[in-house]
């Protein structure tokens, strides 16, 4: 099982991106997932959450600027991100809570990250 991110970049304060990050192999099915973020010399923290069923749940700092959505027949869930500032960059990391593959539990589970850079 694999957690792959991709779409981090260069963006200037103002722009977007997008985040996309794809649970890969023998999938049955994944529970809650979720973005999560560091920044340099910073603790990591939670960016935005949802539940299989789409229910979703943000960080203060970035409710109205995200949106996390998810395609539960691809196992992938996005992270827009609009109106950016340079306090959102930071390495930003996707986590499943659940994984059922054709043999195995896997629990907290951890993506590579992706680097998010804002410019002033």
């Known amino acids: 099982v694999q957690l792959q991110a991709s779409g981090g970049g260069l963006v200037q304060a103002g722009g977007s991106l997008r985040l996309s990050c794809t649970a890969s192999g023998n999938i049955i099915s994944v529970n809650a997932m979720g973005w999560y973020r560091q920044a340099p010399g910073k603790q990591r923290e939670l960016v935005a959450t949802?539940?299989?069923?789409?229910?979703?749940n943000y960080a203060d700092s970035v409710k109205g600027r995200f949106t996390i959505s998810r395609d539960n027949a691809k196992n992938t869930v996005y992270l827009q991100m609009n109106s950016l500032k340079p306090e959102d960059t930071a390495v930003y990391y996707c986590?499943?809570?659940?994984?059922?593959?054709?043999?195995?539990?896997?629990?907290?589970?951890w993506g590579q990250g992706t680097l998010v850079t804002v410019s002033s």
């Open positions: 986590n499943a809570d659940r994984i059922r593959d054709g043999t195995n539990i896997f629990t907290n589970y």
């Open positions: 949802i539940t299989r069923g789409g229910s979703t």
